[in-house]
């Protein structure tokens, strides 16, 4: 990985090629990179952010064909998630003196991630400098982009910005800038994913940090995943893409998608019978039923989190909702998500506790569960279909009045 950004920022992070999975959740098919950078100014040198600690001997290789660990003045921490913060345990215990710059959250998450009440810490504020001689870090509060303890630091002299995950992505090339990237559509499609994963969830955030850093000269974003975004290649490029991710176009009419899976048949009729219950109140609302074993569970959660409501049904299968229901179930944004309507339905044959178990799930996730759910126990009746029908309808007056 070439290490040079400009005369005195250099990339000293290091490469996960194969991993395929990150923090659990986040698919990583073209792998990620632990970014870390050393700013070098006339009187002090300053580390910012350190790598996962499966790689700490890698990376204190990469830092020391820069600068002496000991001669490390600061470490900057703009996130401390320790896929950042897992190797200052072992920085610290070669060199005790490092001043870790980070924000007040992050000063607490950090004693507890390390369990170090040793930490030689210094709580930094929105806008508040630190002198390196002839460079300065000049520091952005940027809470929930996309933790609590989250900031930006800006080295004006360098025009350079550095980001931590915000304008990051998993992708791996053994290269350290944009416009070496030699797959681009794979580098896209994993910005996606990294967006969709990490940040869906604080779009206002979002907005929010990109305002923060519209006004600045920016010749580098330096984030600590993926590769470093540049003026004249893709920095306005991926910019504009988080802005317009996190600003998606409101439909004026509204989506209810249903989601239901059927074992033979009897959910499926039911799924339908409240579909035309809802069309009945709201004729110009856009209803759309998901088998949900047929789909890919990242696609249905994008109609999820777009809906202004939605259903979900499932039969009873020895005691439980069928499992792809608990894998959409799964991918719920609880924080987008939080007061949305939502109903639950299933056919069942003797005990039928799917559809208290589903509601129970979206509860837990503080959205809003109508009143009542709609069961039938085996084939639904003409009776049955009526009643779901009558059941679509309730739901649909209820999410009109929340609509209005
Ligand atoms: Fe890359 Fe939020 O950690």
Redesign the pocket.
């Given at each position: 990985m070439k290490n040079k950004i400009t005369d005195s920022i250099f990339s000293v992070g290091v490469l996960n090629p194969n991993v395929r999975i990150?923090?659990v959740v986040v698919k990583t098919s073209n792998g990620t990179t632990?970014n870390s950078y050393v700013v070098k100014g006339s009187e002090k040198t300053a580390l910012i952010e350190t790598v996962h600690k499966d790689y700490f001997d890698k990376y204190l290789k990469n830092v020391e064909e820069i600068s002496d660990i000991n001669k490390i003045d600061y470490l900057v921490m703009n996130?401390n998630?320790?896929?950042?913060s897992g190797a200052i345990q072992k920085l610290v215990e070669l060199n005790p003196k490092i001043t870790i710059l980070t924000s007040p959250a992050g000063a607490i998450y950090l004693k507890n991630i390390t369990n170090n009440s040793n930490l030689n810490l210094k709580i930094v504020k929105n806008d508040e400098y630190i002198d390196l001689g002839n460079k300065t870090l000049r520091f952005i509060s940027a809470p929930f982009l996309?933790?609590p303890d989250s900031m930006l630091t800006y080295v004006e002299e360098e025009k350079t910005l550095f980001t931590?995950?915000f304008l990051?992505c998993h992708y791996c090339e053994p290269y350290g800038f944009d416009f070496e990237i030699t797959d681009k559509s794979a580098f896209l499609s994993s910005l996606k994913t990294y967006f969709d994963c990490?940040f869906s969830p604080f779009k206002k955030y979002v907005t929010s940090g990109i305002s923060k850093i519209k006004n600045l000269d920016i010749s580098f974003v330096c984030p600590?995943?993926g590769p470093v975004l540049t003026k004249d290649f893709m920095l306005d490029q991926v910019i504009e893409t988080y802005e317009k991710w996190s600003n998606p176009q409101r439909e004026e009419d509204p989506l209810i998608p249903i989601f239901y899976c059927s074992a033979y048949g009897n959910t499926k009729q039911i799924a339908k019978a409240i579909s035309r219950g809802i069309q009945n109140q709201i004729p110009n609302s856009k209803v759309s039923l998901y088998n949900v074993a047929e789909f890919d569970p990242s696609d249905l959660c994008d109609k999820l989190n777009k809906s202004s409501a939605f259903l979900v049904g499932s039969p009873t299968i020895n005691k439980d909702a069928a499992a792809p229901i608990w894998t959409l179930l799964a991918t719920i944004d609880a924080i987008n998500n939080a007061k949305k309507l939502v109903a639950t339905f299933g056919s069942f044959g003797w005990s039928g506790e799917a559809a208290s178990q589903i509601a129970g799930r979206l509860k837990s996730l503080k959205l809003s569960t109508f009143d009542e759910n709609f069961r039938v126990c085996f084939t639904p009746t003409e009776k049955d279909l009526e009643n779901a029908t009558e059941f679509g309808e309730k739901f649909a007056k209820e999410l009109l009045k929340n609509l209005n």
């Open positions: 990150a923090d632990y996130h998630e320790p896929d950042h996309h933790w931590c995950d990051g990490i600590s995943h």
